[in-house]
């Protein structure tokens, strides 16, 4: 084994014999750009609605939960769609929630939640799993697109400008503590540990 | 001749072909009779007509004085996505005996607590849980049909004017 891996060692520390030193470079600029474009152009597509839902577990219960709310359709014509809330935009962000997903696969493999009582069951601790995300990063994906800079305040209910104006704005409270059951039906929450 | 038969040929199957739409006619009459004009104006049976817009939901609202005392408050804000099921109640997240002073909102009344014995329990009881069966939005809607109500007040002046006379 030890053997094995110094040969390829060697070889990688030796200077090219067959291949120019433009085509090494080009070539491998090339390639960079294929392979880095082809990972991003992948990762988006595990991005969009139609991937979600191409498992009938997500298109069973939460997609059709979110349709009919004000994120699914409103007079402006303006849709998140999954990712928008649940994956946050900047990559590096990105790129950690996707390979802490990947643990979603093995549950579509084993069918943690195939039926509508197993999703049932489960829906407190999945609830509470993305409620717990967004309090940990401060609502990262509500401020994607509600931003507390553009509030007008005049423009909102006496009581939630209370609200957004005291707790909002002084970082005791984050979106989630209280937007809870906006996109999907909330569980039962009697067993709920976090509760505004 | 030739001419003569021809033209009788030709005005027996205009007859027949006028008889024929006439028949057809009549029977699309009876298969989609003109419907009454009641709550759903104009067309006929069959016909499905463009449904009228939905009421408008009234952004600032103030509270409406109830017509009688045993009238349902209606909802003078909009509900639209509430959830109120076996999980979870979305109104009783504001109207509770426990957050209806911090939350700004009134209180479910005493009568929510009762069960149909009249004894009063810890919770709102099963029969008065699903808020909507009796509290609407109010809306911008015109009545469907002319009413001749009465709210409880002017019922009792009327009752004074008429002892008077």
Not at chain 2, 20 to 26: D, G, P, V
Not at chain 2, 34 to 46: K, V
Not at chain 2, 67 to 87: A, G, K, L, T, W
Not at chain 2, 90 to 115: K, N, Q, W
Request: with cysteine.
């Amino acid at each position: 084994m030890k053997r094995w891996l110094r040969r390829y060692w060697d070889l990688l520390r030796k200077p090219s014999v067959h291949y120019s030193l433009g085509f090494l470079t080009l070539g491998g600029f090339i390639a960079g750009i294929i392979f880095w474009g082809g990972f991003n152009t992948a990762m988006e597509a595990t991005n969009t609605e139609a991937f979600c839902t191409s498992c009938h577990e997500m298109y069973a219960n939460p997609y059709q939960e979110l349709q009919g709310t004000i994120h699914w359709s409103n007079r402006s014509g303006v849709r998140a769609t999954c990712s928008d809330c649940h994956v946050p935009h900047e990559w590096t962000h990105k790129i950690a929630r996707k390979m802490e997903a990947s643990k979603e696969v093995w549950g579509w493999i084993f069918g943690t939640i195939d039926t509508e009582e197993k999703y049932e069951e489960k829906r407190l601790e999945l609830a509470q799993r993305e409620w717990h995300r967004l309090k940990a990063n401060d609502s990262l994906e509500c401020r994607n697109c509600h931003e507390f800079e553009s509030m007008d305040f005049t423009l909102q209910e006496e009581r939630a400008a209370q609200a957004h104006s005291t707790a909002l704005a002084g970082g005791d409270k984050t979106c989630i503590d209280c937007h809870k059951g906006i996109a999907h039906e909330l569980p039962d929450m009697a067993g709920a540990t976090l509760v505004q | 001749m030739k001419t003569v038969i021809l033209r009788v040929t030709a005005a027996l199957a205009i007859t027949g072909l006028l008889c024929l739409s006439a028949i057809s006619s009549a029977q699309d009459q009876r298969l989609s009779p003109p419907a009454p004009d009641g709550l759903r104006m104009g067309g006929t049976l069959a016909e499905t007509m463009p449904a009228p817009p939905i009421a408008g939901d009234p952004r600032t609202v103030e509270r409406e004085v109830r017509n009688y005392p045993e009238q349902p408050p209606v909802i003078p804000h909009v509900i639209r996505d509430y959830q109120v099921d076996r999980r979870f109640n979305r109104c009783l997240d504001c109207h509770s005996r426990e957050d209806a002073v911090e939350a700004g909102a009134p209180m479910v009344s005493i009568t929510h607590f009762m069960d149909r014995e009249g004894q009063v329990r810890a919770a709102v009881t099963p029969r008065r849980y699903f808020c909507t069966q009796c509290h609407v939005p109010q809306t911008d809607a015109k009545p469907l049909v002319e009413s001749d109500f009465w709210p409880a007040e002017k019922v009792i002046r009327e009752a004074i004017r008429g002892d008077k006379q």
